[in-house]
């Protein structure tokens, strides 16, 4: 797989108007990530248009609620015909089992479900001090990692920096999700664990999420290149 074919994009924007835009803007990038603000104020139309240019799409929602609300929202994105899906390991083992349990009894080979481990805006002081959880952030990570796995769900959504660690551990074939990417030119912006595409993929990721540096440099097709063709 060629690097470009690895980086999802953000359609972090207001509105279908202008996501259809920077779509049309960047014709080579394959893979789009439609996050809460877009799908609140577009709905499955962004979806639709993606799908119609042939883009793969990481709906990225975030399900984090009782068992029952994950299952039956799960089953509602299966009929988008998305390729990635997240759910906060937080839900919990039995939120994280409905969820795989109805997209295999739907029998689909396309949607993956992600775990969401730790958000990448949250440090170390943050975790022990506002969450209150008396772990290493790395160790955090892993062990959400870990359970999203035994309850059959296909990845993880994980800062570049965890990916070495949940990529040994939790085998080649679970997919590594990571945003935090940043190329040496770019700003960190409100990222706290950031790291290069090149090390990134080094360390296991699967796919890089890289946003900003592309969506708002000033030639967001000339920052594209740069970054596929360092």
């Keep these: ?7 999802i994009v953000p359609l972090d924007v207001p509105d279908l108007e202008s996501a259809i835009e920077l779509v049309k803007l960047l014709p080579e990038v394959s893979f789009w990530k439609v996050g809460l603000e877009l799908f609140v104020a577009t709905g499955a139309d962004i979806l639709k248009f993606l799908q119609d240019e042939n883009k793969r799409i ?50 689909t080979t396309r949607l993956k479900l992600l775990a969401i481990t730790v958000l990448t805006s949250i440090n170390t002081r943050q975790l022990a001090f506002d969450l209150k959880i008396p772990l290493e952030l790395s160790e955090y990570a892993l062990n959400n990692a870990l359970m999203a796995q035994e309850c059959g769900i296909d990845g993880a959504v994980c800062s570049p920096h965890e990916a070495q660690k949940l990529k040994e551990v939790c085998g080649k074939d679970f997919i590594l999700v990571c945003p935090g990417v940043r190329p040496v030119w770019a700003t960190a912006g409100d990222q706290q664990r950031i790291m290069t595409p090149e090390k990134a993929l080094q360390k296991g990721a699967d796919y890089l999420v890289i946003g900003r540096p592309i969506t708002q440099a000033e030639n967001p097709p000339e920052a594209w290149a740069k970054i596929i063709n360092a």
């Design 1 to 7: 797989m060629m690097i470009q074919d690895k980086i």
């Design 58 to 107: 990481f709906l990225d929602l975030k399900f984090h609620d009782i068992p029952n609300t994950v299952k039956s929202a799960t089953r509602s994105a299966l009929k988008h015909d998305v390729d990635l899906l997240t759910i906060h390991a937080t839900a919990g083992r039995e939120a994280l089992t409905a969820a795989k349990e109805v997209v295999k009894n739907s029998g």
